[in-house]
């Protein structure tokens, strides 16, 4: 899957609860760890997060079947 839920805000804004990554840009290395260098987006809840982890991912999915 090109596009994953991370269960915290990678902008590190305290009311988000849950990222989605494009894994194909990679993770860099920072003074916490290994950290994704970028995310899609960001939201409030993991349900809103899973249906647009999973649209993107089937989205993609289609296009690489053309």
Same mark, same amino acid.
């Given at each position: 899957?090109?596009?994953? &839920?991370? +269960? ?8 988000? /609860?849950?990222?989605? =990554? +494009?894994?194909? =840009? /990679? $993770? *860099? @290395?920072? *003074?916490? /760890?290994?950290?994704?260098? +970028?995310? &899609?987006?960001? /939201?409030?809840?993991? $349900?809103?997060?899973?249906? &647009?982890? @999973?649209?993107?991912? $089937? ?8």
């Amino acid at each position: 899957m090109r596009y994953i &839920i991370e +269960d915290e805000s990678l902008s590190a804004h305290c009311c988000f /609860g849950w990222s989605i =990554v +494009d894994t194909t =840009v /990679g $993770k *860099i @290395d920072t *003074i916490h /760890g290994p950290q994704w260098a +970028d995310h &899609i987006c960001e /939201g409030f809840e993991e $349900k809103y997060a899973i249906l &647009i982890c @999973d649209a993107l991912n $089937k989205l993609e999915n289609e296009q690489s079947n053309l």
